[in-house]
């Protein structure tokens, strides 16, 4: 072989890994969606899959209708610093809402380069890739939130109507109940529609599992368990021996936050569709919980 040939060889051979290597390099550094992270291809890709199976909730223009907006300021500011991996997996795993079936990955990472080219993003040379660790890289950018102002003359706060016992009984326990639930229940599975006995009174577990799929009632399980918490720190609200809600203890205020975190990490972990996770997420629940009542359960009768 000549050796002007060798050289040319071993000159496209160094270009050749330099840019593999590069293009390995750029994919394991952290990104902006404003950096240019899909191609004009995938977007209309993306248009295609949006306009048959997601226009119906969220408008045709991505503006929303029954379900949120996917474009615009709103949107933005609730994705501001998450990895698009997050809402690619929030596709994947949860929409659409009717029962036409589960988006692919592919499908998935398609809608989102639309959703971020009608967003005004800037179009990139390389596909939005469909792996974890690719996506994990890529966030979107951070933004300015002004919180809402209220409206003159409507209070802030309500006052409340029940002590701290009956806001548990009415909507902790039976939310916590849906969650832990998921350690012998796949939410996902398909059972067949149960009649209920009018004269064997109103069972509400059945009525909540007939009206909302079975996923869809432990994000919302999970939702009210983290909301919740607020409900915990209400000024005014009584304990169930009348004294006040102790909401200026240190302790009271540690045990709300961490039920608010519980609540939220099992919204997470049903948000992925996968029963085990949620199940492993019950633990810091039950915890939240047991470290509460050990405390204040017999001090106070706050938590019965």
Request: glycine share 8%; proline share 7%; charged share 20%.
């Amino acid at each position: 072989m000549p050796s002007k040939f060798r050289r040319w060889v071993g000159a496209l051979v160094i270009c050749s890994l330099a840019a593999f290597f590069t293009i390995a390099l750029n994919a394991q550094q952290p990104q902006s969606v404003s950096q240019g992270v899909y191609t004009d291809a995938q977007a209309a890709r993306g248009q295609a899959v949006y306009t048959a199976r997601c226009a119906s909730c969220h408008g045709p223009a991505l503006a929303g209708r029954t379900g949120p907006a996917l474009a615009g300021d709103d949107f933005n500011g609730i994705w501001a610093r998450k990895p698009v991996l997050e809402l690619v997996l929030k596709i994947a795993n949860t929409m659409p809402k009717d029962e036409t079936g589960k988006l692919t990955r592919q499908q998935s990472a398609d809608i989102v380069a639309y959703m971020l080219k009608t967003g005004k993003y800037p179009v990139g040379q390389a596909e939005l890739q469909t792996d974890d660790a690719a996506l994990k890289q890529i966030s979107f950018p951070a933004m300015a939130i002004t919180a809402p102002k209220p409206s003159p003359g409507n209070p802030t706060m309500l006052p409340p109507i029940g002590n701290v016992a009956q806001v548990m009984r009415g909507i902790l326990f039976p939310s916590s109940n849906i969650v832990f639930t998921t350690q012998s229940v796949d939410p996902g599975a398909k059972k067949a529609v149960v009649e209920t006995d009018a004269a064997a009174g109103f069972d509400w577990l059945t009525w909540g599992g007939n009206v909302y799929k079975g996923w869809d009632l432990v994000d919302y399980a999970a939702i009210s368990v983290g909301e919740s918490a607020a409900l915990m720190m209400t000024p005014g609200r009584r304990c169930e021996n009348g004294k006040p809600v102790p909401v200026d203890d240190p302790e009271w205020k540690k045990f709300t936050l961490e039920l608010a975190e519980a609540g939220k990490a099992s919204y997470i972990a049903s948000q992925t569709r996968d029963q085990a996770k949620v199940a492993d997420s019950t633990n810091q629940l039950n915890d939240s919980c047991s470290n509460c009542h050990r405390v204040y359960r017999g001090r106070t009768h706050c938590v019965k």
